[in-house]
T-cell receptor, first 114, second 113 residues
Framework: NAGVMQNPRHLVRRRGQEARLRCSPM?????VYWYRQLPEEGLKFMVYLQKENIIDESGMPKERFSAEFPKEGPSILRIQQVVRGDSAAYFC????????????FGSGTRLTVV | GENVEQHPSTLSVQEGDSAVIKCTYS??????FPWYKQELGKRPQLIIDIRSNVGEKKDQRIAVTLNKTAKHFSLHITETQPEDSAVYFCAARYNFGNEKLTFGTGTRLTIIP
């Protein structure tokens, strides 16, 4: 089992460009979560998805950010028209169906906006 | 929504001594409380968890206690070692039907050799 795979590990974008972050959950995991972590700070919830469904997007900024988890393929976190303040580590986690299961995190994508 | 507070934000402990990190949560319906360890530049990793029907759980040098009445839970690390140095996060799951975890702000633990 390869674990939660995130790519790219590092992403540099100029202001105004689009950033696309990918996450493949562990085999057998149908729940995906995205978190943002600023340097020296905690993990801020962004969105929780199941296949083809957004379950909770209460942590997503209203503009420029979107997420999907299609029937086939990885989950995608998309940030349009990036700004310097978007620079952060973005972690994806997955869990199996059922309740009370801990997450397994991916290695994260470190986004730098220049 | 759920709110999780974590203390202290930094903690320095002499090697071999014990470390205790405390968290409080706001929603009495929360029923699952994991702890994660994050080393510098790496992913958070689950180290121990506890469910609301259990008061204490232990795994070698690590233990977690839960007080549902007071809505707080704690991580205890005994016989600390240099490799325990990391940032530790507590988390709480709000309710059934939403598997989202709300994390505390983290505790940077430094073990002094």
């Amino acid at each position: 089992n390869a674990g939660v795979m995130q790519n790219p590990r590092h992403l540099v974008r100029r202001r105004g460009q689009e950033a696309r972050l990918r996450c493949s959950p562990m085999k057998g995991h149908s729940h995906v979560y995205w978190y943002r972590q600023l340097p020296e700070e905690g993990l801020k919830f962004m969105v929780y998805l199941q296949k083809e469904n957004i379950i909770d997007e209460s942590g997503m900024p209203k503009e420029r950010f979107s997420a999907e988890f299609p029937k086939e393929g990885p989950s995608i976190l998309r940030i349009q028209q990036v700004v310097r303040g978007d620079s952060a580590a973005y972690f994806c986690a997955s869990s199996p169906p059922g309740q009370g299961n801990g997450y397994t995190f991916g290695s994260g994508t470190r986004l730098t906006v220049v | 929504g759920e709110n999780v507070e974590q203390h202290p934000s930094t903690l320095s402990v002499q090697e071999g001594d014990s470390a205790v990190i405390k968290c409080t949560y706001s929603d009495s319906a929360s029923n699952y409380f994991p702890w994660y360890k994050q080393e510098l530049g790496k992913r958070p990793q689950l180290i121990i968890d506890i469910r609301s029907n259990v008061g204490e759980k232990k795994d070698q040098r690590i233990a977690v206690t839960l007080n549902k009445t007071a809505k707080h839970f704690s991580l205890h690390i005994t016989e600390t070692q240099p490799e325990d140095s990391a940032v530790y996060f507590c988390a709480a799951r709000y309710n059934f039907g939403n598997e989202k975890l709300t994390f505390g702000t983290g505790t940077r633990l430094t073990i002094i050799p």
